[in-house]
């Protein structure tokens, strides 16, 4: 049986990626909501967060992906060594991402662990499964409240990185982020022109300095 292709077809993006750090090793980046991280197989897919680097940065490597809706802060090494060091890193679980993110509804405690598994699910799902899910765990911490629109902003730390992570266990927990097309109720999803996660802050080891980079995007919502 043939691996379902994505019929995806990406909209064209007019945002600009913002280049936040720069030196000889690396960058940080924030990439826009509406922007594939890696250009897909499909011709018109093409346009990317790499897409354009490489355009003048041409050894430019993607360490990790934010989801075509999710907008903010990505490293980029600028070169194999740089991107074997800090993709390491990952590994180890020595990078720390933080997340901003609206969801619907009220969360009613303040912080919490969200620890639901997950697995491949209906192409391009994920899914909960107890049997053979991948453990998950994403630490949150109520930020606000808003009582008219009756959502939460929350702040988001994924101790684990699976596909979907944050989009899958907040629709787990009852409360999908606005503007998710694959995992929010249609109420949720039409409360947002867009998926309301964003990639707020990023802390690694400079593989060259060894400081420890502490990278912030301020969310745009």
Avoid: W
Wanted: proline share 6%; aromatic share 8%; net charge neutral.
């Amino acid at each position: 049986m043939q691996p379902q292709a994505d019929p995806f077809i990406a909209p064209p993006c007019h945002e600009q990626i913002e280049i936040l750090y720069q030196d000889e090793y690396l960058l940080l980046i924030n990439k826009p909501s509406g922007l594939l991280s890696l250009s897909g197989k499909h011709p018109l897919n093409q346009d990317s967060a790499h897409f354009r680097l490489v355009q003048d940065h041409p050894t430019a490597t993607l360490l990790h992906r934010l989801d075509f809706g999710t907008s903010g802060i990505m490293v980029v090494a600028l070169n194999k060594a740089i991107n074997a060091h800090i993709g390491k890193q990952f590994q180890n679980g020595t990078v720390s991402k933080t997340y901003t993110a609206i969801l619907d509804g009220f969360v009613v405690d303040e912080t919490g662990m969200i620890d639901f598994p997950i697995a491949k699910g209906e192409f391009p799902l994920q899914k909960i499964c107890l049997e053979t899910g991948k453990q998950a765990l994403s630490q949150y911490r109520v930020l606000q409240k808003d009582q008219h629109n009756h959502t939460t902003r929350v702040e988001f730390t994924p101790i684990t990185g699976r596909t979907h992570q944050l989009r899958v266990h907040s629709a787990q927990i009852g409360h999908p982020i606005l503007g998710c097309d694959l995992y929010a109720t249609d109420s949720a999803f039409f409360k947002a022109k867009r998926l309301m996660l964003h990639a707020t802050r990023i802390e690694f080891d400079h593989p060259i300095t060894g400081q420890r980079i502490n990278g912030l995007s301020p969310s745009p919502f």
